[in-house]
C-alpha cells in the first residue's frame, strides 16, 4: 500500500513538472516574528501586502498581529501594505500572521493563444521605466554591452530578446561568496554571478540603456512538484515594454535552472509564483526614516528610526486544488 501511494505521487509530482498550468489555486501564509525587542523603545513596522491584479487573485483569508495595522499604499507604483507601530514597546517579540487565498494565471504574451492584457503607457510612467535606480545605471557598463549586443537591430522586441540572450548565456546562478542578491549591476557585469536579482536587473539596466522600458517585480516562488511546502526566500522577475504589444514578462533566472524552457520565459511566466510588490528604491507609506529600501518583500522594521533586522520569517504555499491543464 505504502509503495502504492509513493508510486502515485512520484507520477502525480512528474505531471506537475512536466505540464504547464493554465492557472493554480493555492493559500499563502506569511508570518514573521519581530524578536528580542529593547523595551521602551518606538517601533515602526511595514508589511508588504499581496495584491489583485490581470494574474494574480488575492483575497485576505485572516489576519494575526500583536499590534493594530493599517493598510496603506506607496504612491510611485502602488505597492500596497500593513503598516504597525507603538510608542514604546512593551513585550520583547511581536508576532504577525496572514493568511491568503491565491488564484494565480499563466501570463504568455508571444506565443498563441496569449494570455496577456493590453497595455499602454503615460509619458510620466515611461519616464520611470527608463530611469536609473541607485543599483542600476544606464550609463557606462551595462549600456556598452547592450549597444554591442544589440547591434545592427532596430525592432525593440530583437533588441530585448539579444539582451536577454546575452544575460541568459553571461550570467549563472550561483549564491556563493558575497555581494550577490543586492540587484546591484556593476557587480553582476564584474562576477557573472548572482541570483534572481541579479539576472534582472543587468536585463533591466541593459534594456533601459537601449530606450526600452523595463520593471521589476518580486515576490515568492511556489515548488511546481509540490503541493504543500516552506518557502525559504524571495523570487523576481521582470517585464519590458513594446509599443503596440505591452508589457512582456521574462525570467531569465528560471529559464538558467531549466534551459529547455528558455524560449517559453522570454514572453511568458508561469503560475508557480504570487507577486507582492514592484519597483526599486522605495519609499514607503507612511515614510520610513531610513533610506529607500533596494526592494521590498520581507517586512521592514524600525526602532527607534533605525532599520532593526531581527526578524524571524516563517513562509509556506498549500495548494488548494491542483490545476494540470496542459498548454
Known amino acids: 500500500m505504502l509503495r502504492r501511494i509513493f508510486i502515485l ?11 504547464a498550468q493554465e492557472s ?5 501564509h506569511y508570518a514573521f516574528t519581530v524578536k528580542n525587542l529593547p523595551a521602551g523603545k518606538k517601533v515602526r513596522i511595514w508589511i508588504p501586502a499581496a495584491h489583485s491584479d490581470a494574474y494574480q487573485e488575492v483575497k485576505v483569508l485572516s489576519v494575526s498581529a500583536d499590534l493594530p495595522l493599517k493598510k496603506t499604499r ?3 507604483h502602488g505597492n500596497q501594505m500593513y503598516f504597525a507601530e507603538t510608542a514604546s514597546s512593551a513585550h520583547p517579540d511581536l508576532h504577525f500572521d496572514i493568511q491568503y487565498d491565491v488564484v494565480r494565471h499563466e501570463r504568455i504574451a508571444l506565443s498563441a493563444p496569449p494570455r496577456v492584457v493590453p497595455a499602454a503607457l503615460s509619458a510620466e510612467e515611461r519616464r520611470q521605466d527608463l530611469a536609473p535606480n541607485a543599483l542600476v545605471p544606464i550609463t557606462g557598463i551595462p549600456a556598452d554591452l547592450a549597444a554591442k549586443v544589440t547591434e545592427g537591430e532596430t525592432d525593440p522586441l530583437a533588441k530585448a530578446r539579444a539582451i536577454y540572450d546575452y544575460v541568459f548565456s553571461t550570467m549563472r546562478y550561483d549564491k556563493t561568496g558575497t555581494g550577490w542578491g543586492r540587484g546591484d549591476v556593476l557587480y553582476a557585469c564584474d562576477a557573472k554571478k548572482g541570483n534572481c536579482t541579479d539576472f534582472h536587473s543587468l536585463f533591466i539596466a541593459m534594456a533601459r540603456s537601449q530606450g526600452i522600458p523595463a520593471r521589476f517585480e518580486i515576490g515568492f516562488p511556489l515548488p511546481s512538484d509540490q503541493h504543500a511546502a516552506e518557502i525559504a526566500g524571495y523570487h523576481c522577475w521582470s517585464d519590458f515594454y513594446v509599443d503596440g504589444k505591452g ?10 535552472k531549466h534551459p529547455d524552457k528558455k524560449n517559453y520565459f522570454f514572453g511568458s511566466h508561469d503560475v508557480n509564483r504570487v507577486q507582492f510588490t514592484m519597483g526599486r528604491d522605495l519609499r514607503l507609506a507612511p515614510p520610513q526614516q531610513g533610506k529607500p529600501l533596494n526592494y521590498f518583500v520581507y517586512p521592514y522594521v524600525e526602532v ?3 532599520e532593526y533586522p531581527n526578524v524571524a520569517l516563517d513562509f509556506s504555499v498549500a495548494d488548494v486544488a491542483p ?3 496542459k498548454r
Open 9 to 19: 505521487s512520484s507520477l502525480l509530482g512528474f505531471v506537475l513538472s512536466a505540464s
Open 24 to 28: 493554480r489555486h493555492f493559500t499563502f
Open 74 to 76: 506607496e504612491a510611485k
Open 247 to 256: 508589457w512582456i514578462p521574462v525570467d531569465i533566472s528560471e529559464a538558467w
Open 304 to 306: 527607534n528610526g533605525e
Open 323 to 325: 490545476a494540470l491543464a
